[in-house]
């Protein structure tokens, strides 16, 4: 009995120690307004970041010392709730996808703004209306500045540069979609490879562990394949993609169901048709319903969105109050990578 009494002590402990150093090398930064739920994080040139707000649409920047500012306040330019964002750095634009759960018709709706980075300044609504029956989501960008945006409502990606009064279709596919009853959702995270010669998408299964997607796009040529994913245990964690990006040849990505690992990486082979999925969950416990990342300085920067308490998530926390403040939350990079 002494030996079971010392066993369960000393599980306890180990446990206890384990949580502790988690969060004790995390370190946070507070964001402003109390209907925030940032979902997004955009790391800028200057070593600031912009984070976008799901829950009052607005853009919020945080500078090098981790002091936030309004970039765009509640209910200016437009805004209804801030999803995906991307910088083109040789025009100084940020593009942001506008979603609104209920436009003046009373239907879902999304468009595109386009602001001068540096000013702040509203350049550009692209249409000047929302495109019903769509969301538009995850954005990403290349090397002509042209942008690419997932469309969580259906099967397709769109496109638009700093000329088009309104984004068109880029590639509509069948795999690009998620047919299962249960799962209102398609498309979400998105980012283009090293070398702009693919996007690799995302397809989510929002409820549960396990059935996410990569999915691949020629640029050039629009043709839409499959990537074989590799890595047994992430595989069966891994419900698709928010936010993710490359960070040299490794795509970051906030899985969905965060609950079974928050923080996955994917190593692909030469022509991205294979990729060997990664768990990184040595710091899993500071994450609350995380949704997208950044690195700077050699740290992981998430944003804690809690949508789970305005999303039903089928956890129990839809309408109940989140914890404020909203929170960043940051973790050395080095250490999250450690196998």
């Known amino acids: 009995m002494k030996t079971l009494k010392y066993f369960i002590t000393a599980s306890l402990l180990l446990s206890t120690v384990y949580v502790f150093s988690q969060a004790t090398e995390a370190t946070y930064i507070d964001l402003k307004g109390e209907a925030l739920y940032p979902e997004g994080i955009l790391a800028l040139p200057d070593g600031g970041f912009l984070i976008g707000g799901f829950g009052d649409g607005t853009i919020q920047k945080i500078n090098?010392?981790?002091?936030?500012?309004?970039?765009?306040?509640?209910?200016?330019?437009?805004?209804?709730?801030?999803v995906g964002m991307a910088v083109d750095t040789k025009n100084n634009y940020l593009w942001v996808a506008n979603f609104n759960f209920k436009t003046a018709s009373g239907k879902p709706g999304s468009n595109l703004k386009m602001f001068d980075l540096k000013s702040g300044k509203l350049i550009k609504t692209i249409p000047e209306n929302y495109i019903e029956g769509v969301f538009f989501n995850e954005i990403a960008i290349d090397d002509k500045g042209t942008i690419y945006v997932t469309n969580t409502f259906g099967p397709q990606i769109y496109t638009a540069n700093a000329n088009a009064t309104t984004p068109s279709v880029f590639v509509e596919n069948d795999l690009l979609s998620n047919p299962a009853p249960n799962q209102p959702f398609d498309l979400n995270g998105l980012s283009i490879t090293p070398g702009h010669k693919y996007l690799i998408a995302s397809v989510m299964d929002r409820l549960d562990a396990g059935d996410g997607r990569l999915v691949r796009i020629n640029l050039k040529t629009k043709a839409v394949s499959p990537i074989k994913l590799n890595g047994e245990k992430a595989i069966k964690a891994f419900a698709g993609s928010d936010g993710m990006f490359f960070n040299n040849n490794t795509l970051f990505m906030v899985n969905v169901y965060s609950k079974a690992g928050a923080i996955i990486t994917a190593d692909f082979n030469k022509d991205y048709s294979e990729a060997k999925l990664t768990i990184r969950d040595k710091f899993n416990t500071v994450y609350n319903r995380p949704t997208a990342s950044a690195i700077k300085d050699g740290r992981l920067y998430t944003v804690n969105s809690q949508l789970n308490h305005i999303i039903d998530d089928a956890d129990g926390k839809l309408n109940t109050p989140p914890s404020l403040p909203f929170k960043v939350v940051s973790v050395p990079l080095n250490k999250l990578l450690t196998e």
């Open 64 to 82: 090098t010392k981790n002091e936030s500012s309004y970039f765009s306040k509640p209910g200016e330019n437009g805004m209804a709730l801030t």
